[in-house]
């Protein structure tokens, strides 16, 4: 279990969110309260979106909590989206590879969950990914290979009917491997002016996620990054938070949305 | 293009082949001469027999030059039985994961080559490898996937013949692909035991290989570790060096070895 | 604060106390259960006792608990006489060479603890180490000064007498800069043979440590490795566990050691 | 002996000097020409002018030619005033902290050269530095021994009579110790506003130092980046590139300012 946050609005510099405040992402690599594990220290990543259409990518597999780097580059970079994630394995190796966030073009993703019993699905799951897409897989985790079939399955054009797609194909597989540890899946995902972030899990316990809207801005996190009354909101389970560029945010049914696939 | 070591005879420490000769492996990291890329900074590593049935395994991402931890291990680690290999990258990210050699079991395997055109058959090549092997992979490179490949195919049991089939069915998918790019393939498989070089090439120029024998103990290099003079014999382009244990060493053709499995 | 253990006796895998037991070193980077900090992840080291004088030193940045390579080291190599450290930083950066165990020689130092206030006092401290040692310093640590500056007042000769001046000395420099923070400092030294682990604080709170005879064997740790009731007894406030070989272990007064400096 | 670049002028993205051009500085870190170190693979770093008075560092211990983050982030930032650096160490360690540039405050350097016999004066030099300043010191570099002693001297106020008495200093401490070796330095400074380049060495032959002024802007390079008939110039042995905000870029003797010092 990972911990991340994702920001849209007037751009700020990625330290205000990540480094400073006192439950900052930085922090949570070391001390999580809401996740199992309460260390996220396999690696880490940004993600963000400057002056280019594709965004930026720093990821390393040190610790999040001692990177001078991370520090300095937090300082200097503004950004009005950016996404932040602190890596705990579920078991892929400590590589910058399969660290989070991934990039696709101007897209960017990061996941926090697991796909239980992975390793028996992991050639199948990787088979549905076309050429073109599997070529670009730097890594070995689930949440790249999810990446990718999602973005086969039309991630950019429809985010939401997309990943509800995913999702199930996913846990069709399981089912035919007779796998029983669950799926949970939290992720985020942009394009670089929307974004979307998804709490679903197989067995209605999908790990947390929140939301806050100040200023015209939109911040999504795993766990709150100061204290819990502070206008935070819980994207409820099996839904997407959608923020399209220029419309109001708003939530949608995840599950409903693979209830009509399976129609 | 990388280059390697592979060393079996009487339990020597490390450093007397991998850091102490004049032209050494650790040198040839910085300055090869009879690669393309005189320089092999892109990781590296070592496998060696001690006590237990399966080899010890270290491997960096960091250029072999300056680290201090390879060159105490070398020091302090005496074997019978070691590879060893210095990475220059032909595409593939620089992981731990992406370095040789690589273990399965007991065995042991690293390579120097590259199959032209990888991006565009590797799905197919990975579609080859039966699920529980597959399940062992941890990096992406193509060298990890021929030796899964070959496993399957059974090198344990029949090493030249496995490899000769599995270096067919490679051809196989690049032919279908279309592929011009050549496909190089010089490397070492051992099971602990018997000691295996294999030096191949679709294009009749497939990279050096030097073998020398000496007290008892067998030496196969990419390239001389001394004068060249002293005492180095090439293995033959399309052959195979066969030090099984208890055996005399010989050479094997490959080619021929192909051709069988063509009738 | 810190991490470590020590072990002499009859040549046994590492692994069997670095990684294998319940609440092993490898263990307790990530779960730390008597230390001010659970997690020790700022790098990590071992330093071992093969067929050479000097021993082999293996320090990584990364955290033990997602480290291949030591996973792998511990599982092959065999020692009479090694030391294990996790670290967990006190302000200087996350550098190989700012990891434990130091080496000097045919000896080897860990730390856990702290200089209070060492920015203010480590120019003067480093100045009373020789320049031949002093050439030596790879890193910046409080630590390492330490170890230098014990090895120059005889640490070799006799290890008690040469740790009580050594601390006398901090804690005059200390005096001098009109410093109120602790100077906390459990360690343990080996030259190969014999080994010594003080526990010392000038606030009468010293770090916990710990060992047990069994076997022929001694184990000294930071905390219990498996269940407390097994045979751990502490090492008393303001001592030096000493274990000269061929001697029975014995517990010196540190503070008597010091007492007997200041007359 | 390492390579480097800075570039004062329009903002423009890093990727357009440190990765872009056919002998760009990232090409150097594998393939320089003018040096006698070919291969600059010790680490790497860049420093550069954002939005705050402070620049922004990135520095690794891997080569700068198989880093991802950084060809990301010079991808990404833009700046109107950049180091960047690669480094062949002369014998210290390849971590972070003895990566160039350095920075402190607003300031950074980056070094070239090396100071023949470094061990025999290392603690002397050091000792010449101030306690605050000593403080800040990260690494075990002869770089930033220079860098510390020169802001002491004040770099910051006349960078070119302060680094003429740091220089002076260096070699009277050599001298002292009878060091026969060389003292070269090649080094670049700025305070984010004016911009100083030095080439001098005690046997006058320093390492090479190019600029090139075009379109406004100001480029200093250890070797040129692309043709060498394409309007570089030499920095004159001896002497100090001076290019204060809003003046004329224009060419100081520093020895003759070491001259001054010594009457």
């Avoid at 946050?5 to 309260?33: K, M, N």
């Avoid at 999040?64 to 892929?92: I, K, M, P, Y």
């Avoid at 999504?220 to 399209?244: F, H, M, N, Q, Y």
């Amino acid at each position: 279990m990972c911990r991340f946050l994702a920001y849209r609005g007037e751009p700020i510099f990625l330290a205000d969110l990540v480094c400073a405040p006192a439950h900052s992402l930085v922090h949570q690599s070391l001390h999580a309260v809401e996740a199992k594990t309460g260390t996220n220290g396999d690696g880490f990543g940004i993600g963000w979106y400057g002056e280019r259409n594709e965004p930026g990518l720093y990821r390393e597999v040190r610790p999040a909590w001692s990177d001078e780097n991370l520090r300095s580059l937090c300082d200097q970079v503004r950004s009005r989206l950016f996404f932040a994630h602190v890596r705990a394995s579920t078991g892929t190796s400590t590589t910058r590879s399969n660290c989070h966030p991934f990039t696709h073009g101007r897209h960017l993703f990061m996941h926090n969950g697991q796909i239980g019993g992975y390793g028996r699905i992991k050639r199948r799951l990787e088979a549905l990914i076309p050429d073109d897409l599997y070529d670009t897989r730097v890594g070995t985790t689930d949440s790249e290979a999810i990446f990718l079939l999602a973005l086969a399955n039309g991630l950019g054009a429809d985010p939401v009917a997309a990943m509800a797609r995913t999702l199930k194909t996913v846990r069709c597989l399981m089912d035919e491997a007779g796998i029983d540890e669950p799926f949970k899946f939290t992720a985020a995902f942009t394009d670089g002016e929307s974004l979307f972030a998804y709490r679903w899990s197989c067995d209605a316990k999908p790990p947390t996620l929140y939301f806050r809207e100040e200023r015209g801005g939109l911040l999504v996190v795993s766990e709150p990054i100061d204290d819990k009354d502070r206008g935070w909101r819980e994207v409820p389970k099996g839904c997407t938070l959608v923020a399209r560029a220029g419309e109001a945010v708003r939530v949608e049914c995840l599950n409903e949305a693979m209830s009509r696939l399976a129609a």
